[in-house]
């Protein structure tokens, strides 16, 4: 069964995405720890992610740099954190997290609540700061 990342990818199910080219996709997580939470994700489906060969292991993390700098650039924030935990999904992905503290990398927080306008004009803020 496809992971809930391919049906994104593959544009079965919806995402607010912030950047996509042909080998990786940014786009807001919907549970979010703080505005501007963003996912990044390779569009090949492996669970691991140091199970990514290394060209393309390295591209991730520029691409997820590039969507850093567009979170910082929309999102008040002292630094964009990155995390990997990998055990949610079944699909390597990236959370970056805009940060004040580091208590705000808490995934047993209360998630926020944004409405499908926020989300979106986030999205589309972020997407208009990051340059490829």
């Known amino acids: ?10 544009g ?12 990786f996709l940014a786009f807001l ?26 060209p393309l292991y390295t591209e991730l993390f520029v691409f997820a740099k590039k969507v850093a700098k567009g979170i910082k650039a929309v999102v008040p924030c002292k630094k964009v954190g990155v995390t990997v935990i990998g055990l949610e999904v079944a699909h390597a992905h990236i959370h970056l997290i805009p940060i004040n503290t580091i208590y705000d990398i808490d995934f047993s927080k ?3 609540k944004f409405s499908p306008e926020e989300f979106k004009a986030t999205a589309q803020a972020i ?3 990051i340059k490829f």
């Open 29 to 54: 997580d919907i549970n979010p720890l703080a505005e501007g939470h963003t996912l990044v994700i390779p569009k090949k489906e492996v669970d691991y992610i140091f199970d990514i060969e290394d």
């Open 1 to 10: 069964m496809a992971s809930i990342f391919l049906k994104i990818i593959n």
């Open 110 to 112: 209360t998630k926020l």
């Open 12 to 23: 079965e199910i919806p995402a607010y995405k912030v950047a996509e080219n042909e080998n």
């Open 127 to 129: 997407a208009g700061h």
